[in-house]
Structures are given as C-alpha cells and as structure tokens.
C-alpha cells in the first residue's frame, strides 16, 4: 500500500540483514568454489580456502545469533573495506544503484583468505554460529570480566547492517568497562574467543501515529540499571539476547496504570534547616 506498519518498521530494524551481503555474496562464493584448493597468496604465503568457502556457503546472509559463518564474512568486509573491489565502482549520477558487482581478482582472494586467516587466529571455527562468538559481558565492579557472556545478534557498519554494534573501550554508557585486545583490522578478539559488544543500537523505538494515539515499541538494549542485582541490570539485555525483539511501550493512562510498578510522589517544598 506504499506505507509501512508497525511491524514492518521492526522487521527492518531488527532483521539483521547484510547489506554487502546482497551485493557480493553470490559472486564471492562462486569465485572462491572456482579457486578450489588452489593456494591463495597471502603476505607470502599459500593459505588454502576451500575450507573457508564451504562454511561461507552455509551463512544465510544476516548477522542473527543462528547465522553459521556470519563472522567470517565480516572479516572479509573488514579487508574488502580498505581496498574495495568493484566492476562498478560508486558514482554520483547513479548512488542507489552504485557501487555493483564484485570484481573477482586476485586481490578478493586475498581478502578472503584473510578473513580466514582472522578467525583462525581467534581461535574460531569457520562456520561457528555468530552467537558463538559475539557477545556482551558486563564487567565486575573492580573492572575485571565477569566471565559472564551472554550472546548477542546484531551487525557492524561495515558488512553494511543497520542495527550496529562494535566495541568501543572507552565508551562510557557502563562503568566500569572492561576490554580485551583485538587483532590487527579488526574487532575480532582472540582473549575474548570473539567479539565483545560494548556499544551500538541502545534506544532502539519504532512508532506508528494512529488514530487513537501514538503506538509504539522499544528496547534498551543495555538495560535501565547498572546497579548489579536489580531487576533491571539485564532485563532488556536478555530480552534482546533471546530473539532479538522490542517491548511494548506504554501510552494511555489505562495502559500505564495496568502496567505500574511503582509511584513516586515529589513535592517541591521548600527545605527546612
């Protein structure tokens, strides 16, 4: 009908798709399979990425938790993204349909085999699930892990998602934070065995204007308390963990008197010494 509804809104925040995905996957994995066992050149040296491109074949093209392989073609996003290779490269006449087609060439096959390279040194299975592998831990009050790691669906910018999250050390939504090393290009991190989430969608809020009143769901992605032990320290957190979803949000008196947990009266008297 040429208009969106209220769950269509979400289904494009939350659907992790990958944007990079749509544009090359098809022609990256038909040039891998072509390469075979053939060694790829990689800073001297022949990497084999037949293993590479048989996990690469099982991903579904989103970053959801269920997504095998998913962090393998992020670190080829990452090496693509210093050096594209496009048949088409972007061009300012034509911006929704620029840049296209990935240029196959030798220079691909390096990027790829370095995202082989990457997850190998993390210590990661190439076709591991992204739950597996990314995450968010908070930290202890000393700062130290808390060894807790809860998993996590979402994109990065630069395999081209929408609903981002990266890792960011001196983020300061939740303190303390801690961090882990990362390797070189990268936020993969071979001390954390993945990627550690430290920043990204937080208020996330889609609204549809009806008739009878603004209807609408959000989420906190970090929850509403960074007090540990609340009951809401990981509420939304974990809501957002187990399938990534929004909550209802209140808006008529009757709804947010149904919905009431607590009631707070503030007078604003004047102070007595």
């Avoid at 209220?6 to 990958?18: I, K, Q």
């Avoid at 544009?23 to 990497?47: E, Y």
């Avoid at 938790?65 to 300012?92: C, G, I, M, T, Y």
């Avoid at 939740?174 to 920043?199: Q, V």
Wanted: aromatic residues 8%; proline residues 5%.
């Amino acid at each position: 009908d040429g208009l969106f509804n209220l769950t269509e809104v979400e289904d494009a925040l939350l659907g992790n798709h990958s944007y990079l995905a749509i544009a090359v996957l098809d022609d990256l994995l038909a040039a891998c399979q072509s390469q075979g066992t053939t060694p790829v050149v990689l800073s001297g040296a022949n990497v084999d990425i037949s293993a590479g491109c048989a996990a690469l074949a099982l991903w579904d093209g989103r970053m959801n938790k269920d997504s095998v392989a998913a962090h393998l073609f992020r670190e080829f996003a990452f090496a693509f993204n210093r050096v594209p290779q496009w048949v088409n490269p972007f061009d300012p006449e034509q911006p929704a349909t620029t840049p296209n087609t990935l240029d196959a060439n030798a220079t691909t096959m390096a990027q790829f085999a370095q995202a082989i390279a990457n997850v190998q040194a993390a210590g990661l299975a190439l076709d591991a699930p992204l739950g597996d592998v990314q995450f968010v831990e908070r930290s202890l009050p000393n700062g130290q892990a808390s060894g807790v790691k809860i998993p996590w669906a979402g994109a990065h910018n630069v395999e081209g998602g929408f609903n981002v999250f990266s890792n960011r050390s001196n983020n300061g939504t939740l303190l303390p934070r801690h961090s882990y090393s990362t390797l070189d290009g990268t936020m993969l991190s071979a001390d954390a065995e993945g990627y550690h989430i430290t920043y990204g969608s937080s208020w996330m809020m889609v609204v549809n204007f009806t008739a009878d009143g603004p209807v609408a769901k959000g989420l906190l992605s970090y929850s509403q308390s960074d007090v540990a032990g609340s009951d809401h320290y990981l509420d939304q957190t974990m809501l957002y963990s187990e399938q990534p979803q929004l909550r209802p949000l209140r808006f008529t008196e009757s709804d947010i008197e149904a919905n009431k947990i607590l009631e707070l009266n503030v007078s604003n008297a004047p102070a007595t010494e």
